[in-house]
């Protein structure tokens, strides 16, 4: 090696990778020259800056509740949602709401309002640092921090993306109700999300490559590489989300923007290799640490990063697929009462009402699924749930997957089986709107425009004395010896899956819901027929007698389903 390629190597070790550069030297090149170490013409400064407030406005959480949510994070007793939503957390600057850009652009809302903040911030900035005679040849190290900014919250947030497919939860295989529903009425993004489940090692395969890709963005030299699955994997969930009117195309755009951006500085090089077929030295800008704090500093960062958002999520993910699928209630049913029922007999006020496909009160088409749900038809409109089903909550109640963005007069009722006594305390799944939206409907429709909470909860509940707060609690409505024969809803699961987060969320009062219940009692000698009686939820009595029906799907369901039923 000359002595001027000395000089020249320790005139830029401080801005590049010392091991890149030997490998152009014996080359040749002197492609490290003309690009790690020119100066910036004046638009491509102006762009770096507009682009620096822009991504860091939307890679820093800006949310309250993320922080909260952080510090009270219990450590000893880690639920998977709780990474998971360490990873994924609003950010952007977004002062006008969703609704201006309507409906199906709504959520690209906060990038248009941030994009023209940065635009306005970065020509700011422009004219401030000439004014004060101030402007720089370069940004090198400022653009590497940036990139450095953008890897990890790409990686982090794909990693957490990704592991609900690598153990198949994100999209579960479809429940004995959603079998049993009429394919017209079901949206095309629930048909999508039900074709990726009932091929779970398909599913398996999608989480693979984000996982990998978010695992390679972690590693300055493997980054181009995780820049181009994660751009190519979420960018066909976008087209996917937009075609099939999904409910994650914003999201999944999020990835892309950031996939994009991490490959702009290698795509002219990528150009040069494979189209011009031109000689091609991939050197980037690498800061030198030369401090000892620095070096273990960056280390520390890198493991931290690594077991948490790796093995431990990897753990708890399985946790989760193996005991608390989160789309899917975690508890077991009455294991007597499973499957396909045909309604034989229907009483209502011991009126027998005869089967009739135009019929709006008669039940058609039960359910009871592996976890407590009872599911039925009614042929009467009912409200349309386009969400993707939830999975944000613990509670078993508000895991709607198996009913959301299915038509045709499909019910889903959670129940509570007191199994000593032989009888179901079931309230509906559809989300309940709060207290205040519901006054005029009242609790099932029972009460009309007037109505009154202590009334409302004689009539209902019983006892004179109830305020209201205490009228919609989850189980006061439940008689104590039956609530002690039932059990706690938060140990129903393998203690596992037990964690501070579930016991936290189980506790907290449903005050502000408004549900339909039902209690029925059931009886059935050789589970072939079942007997159930009771009330309905505007206090009808009922009789239905169920006969099984032992149903044979084309669809064979596969042995990696979630949960331990």
Same mark, same amino acid.
């Given at each position: ?33 003309? #690009?790690?170490? @020119? ?6 400064? =102006?762009? /770096?800056?507009?682009?620096?407030? !822009?991504? &860091? ?90 990139? #450095?900014?953008? @890897? ?6 794909? =990693?957490? /993306?990704?592991?609900?497919?690598? !153990?198949? &939860? ?103 290799? /494979? ?291």
């Amino acid at each position: 090696m000359s002595s001027g390629n000395k000089i020249d190597k320790m005139k830029i070790s401080n801005r590049i990778d010392a091991d890149e550069y030997e490998r152009a030297l014996e080359t040749g090149s002197e492609q490290i020259k003309t #690009t790690a170490l @020119r100066p910036w013409k004046q638009y491509e400064k =102006i762009l /770096f800056r507009i682009g620096l407030i !822009f991504l &860091v406005a939307i890679c820093i959480p800006n949310n309250p509740e993320w922080f909260k949510l952080v510090l009270n994070i219990d450590w000893s007793s880690l639920n998977y949602r709780d990474l998971y939503d360490i990873a994924r957390f609003g950010s952007g600057i977004n002062f006008f709401g969703d609704s201006f850009l309507g409906k199906s652009l709504g959520g690209y809302a906060n990038w248009l309002i941030t994009a023209i903040a940065a635009i306005n911030a970065g020509f700011l900035w422009t004219v401030v640092v000439r004014l004060l005679r101030k402007d720089r040849e370069e940004y090198n190290t400022l653009y590497y921090w940036l990139r #450095t900014l953008v @890897r990890y919250r790409a990686g982090i947030g794909i =990693i957490g /993306f990704g592991f609900t497919k690598v !153990f198949p &939860v994100q999209m579960p295989f479809p429940s004995l109700g959603m079998l049993n529903a009429d394919f017209g009425d079901i949206t095309a993004q629930k048909i999508y999300w039900l074709s990726v489940g009932i091929a779970p090692w398909y599913q398996i395969f999608a989480g693979v490559v984000e996982v990998g890709a978010g695992t390679l963005l972690l590693f300055r030299r493997t980054t181009t590489l995780g820049s181009v699955l994660l751009f190519a994997a979420l960018g066909d969930i976008v087209i996917v989300n937009v075609a099939y009117s999904g409910g994650v195309h914003v999201y999944s755009s999020y990835f892309v923007l950031l996939a994009a951006f991490l490959l702009i500085a290698d795509v002219p090089k990528i150009y040069k290799l /494979f189209i011009k077929e031109e000689f091609t030295v991939p050197v980037n800008y690498y800061p030198a640490f030369s401090k000892v704090w620095q070096r273990w500093a960056r280390i520390g960062i890198k493991t931290v990063t690594i077991l948490i958002f790796l093995p431990l999520f990897f753990y708890l993910q399985y946790i989760n697929w193996r005991y608390d699928p989160y789309k899917l209630p975690s508890a077991a049913g009455v294991k007597e009462l499973r499957g396909n029922y045909t309604v034989t007999e229907f009483r209502l006020n011991d009126k027998i009402i005869p089967y009739s496909p135009l019929d709006s009160v008669r039940w058609q088409d039960v359910t009871f699924e592996k976890w407590p749900t009872l599911t039925f038809k009614v042929n009467k409109p009912l409200p349309l749930d386009l969400s993707n089903g939830g999975g944000d909550s613990q509670r078993d109640i508000d895991r709607t997957f198996e009913i959301t963005a299915i038509a045709g007069g499909q019910r889903a009722f959670h129940y509570l089986a007191d199994e000593i006594n032989k009888t179901l305390y079931l309230q509906d799944k559809y989300t309940p709107l709060p207290i205040a939206r519901n006054r005029a409907a009242g609790v099932g429709g029972a009460v009309g425009p007037t109505w009154n909470v202590k009334k409302q909860n004689k009539i209902i509940y019983g006892g004179e004395d109830d305020t209201e707060s205490e009228a919609y609690d989850q189980y006061n409505w439940i008689p104590k010896e039956a609530l002690a024969n039932i059990g706690n809803e938060v140990y129903k699961i393998n203690p596992k899956a037990v964690t501070t987060r579930r016991i936290k969320e189980y506790a907290e009062p449903a005050n502000d819901e408004v549900r339909k219940r039902m209690v029925l009692k059931y009886d059935t000698l050789d589970g072939q027929r079942i007997i159930l009686s009771g009330t309905d939820e505007n206090n009808d009595s009922l009789y239905i007698l169920l006969d099984r029906i032992d149903r044979k799907y084309t669809l064979k369901e596969s042995s990696l389903q979630p949960g331990e039923y």
